[in-house]
């Protein structure tokens, strides 16, 4: 009867518990657990946490699926750029293969530490194995950027990304997701320089 007498008066009539349902909701459609809550927050620990769980995994995981396609290219070199905190100094790392690079959190300077803000891992082909064809081209790339309360991953500048709170990790199927998004844009790529011939 009083939420009948409140709606009459073009009062709200929502209950005190409905913004906690709706919150949970708004969670579960955005596919987090209705009852995570922010645990660490940004810090060097935290960071260095995320490339532990979240950035070496998938970069590992990047990599094994590249050599599917390795024997198409004279070579391919990788390369990470780290954009570290209240500065504007990146650093700049290239090799053969994402796993023969340590990826540092941090970075000395004069006086202080710098955490690492941003991390962008790419790779760029060279030549196509068996042709005179001596094009290289971005075979793709991964943005990993360190906010305050999560991490978030973007895939080939796409519009949407993944966002993990700093103690989640990735699980197998976003992985997998993201391995073959990056295949799949290679693959593209690929198609395209073959048949400019």
């Known amino acids: 009867m009083i939420t009948a007498i409140k709606a009459a008066k073009g009062?709200?009539?929502?209950?005190?518990?409905?913004?906690?349902?709706?919150?949970?909701?708004?969670?579960?459609?955005?596919?987090?657990?209705?009852?995570?809550?922010?645990?660490?927050t940004y810090s060097e620990e935290t960071v260095k946490q995320a490339i532990k769980n979240i950035v070496e995994p998938l970069l590992a995981a990047w990599e094994t699926k590249l050599k599917d396609f390795d024997s198409l290219f004279y070579n391919r070199n990788v390369s990470l750029e780290i954009t570290y905190e209240n500065t504007s100094y990146t650093?700049?790392?290239?090799?053969?293969?994402?796993?023969?690079?340590?990826?540092?959190?941090f970075k000395d300077e004069t006086f202080e530490r710098k955490t690492a803000k941003q991390i962008t891992a790419q790779i760029t082909t060279n030549g196509f194995a068996g042709t005179a064809q001596n094009i290289s081209f971005l075979g793709g790339k991964i943005t990993f950027q360190f906010y305050e309360n999560?991490?978030?991953?973007?895939?080939?500048?796409?519009?949407?990304?993944?966002?993990k709170l700093y103690h989640q990790r990735l699980n197998e199927?976003?992985?997998q997701s993201i391995v073959q998004t990056l295949a799949g844009f290679l693959y593209d790529n690929i198609s395209k320089h073959i048949e400019l011939d």
């Open 11 to 40: 009062e709200s009539i929502d209950e005190p518990d409905d913004v906690d349902k709706k919150l949970a909701l708004l969670k579960q459609n955005i596919g987090q657990n209705r009852n995570e809550q922010v645990n660490l």
């Open 150 to 163: 999560a991490c978030a991953i973007n895939v080939n500048r796409d519009t949407k990304s993944i966002s």
């Open 173 to 175: 199927d976003e992985t």
């Open 91 to 105: 650093e700049h790392f290239r090799g053969k293969c994402f796993t023969e690079i340590e990826i540092p959190s």
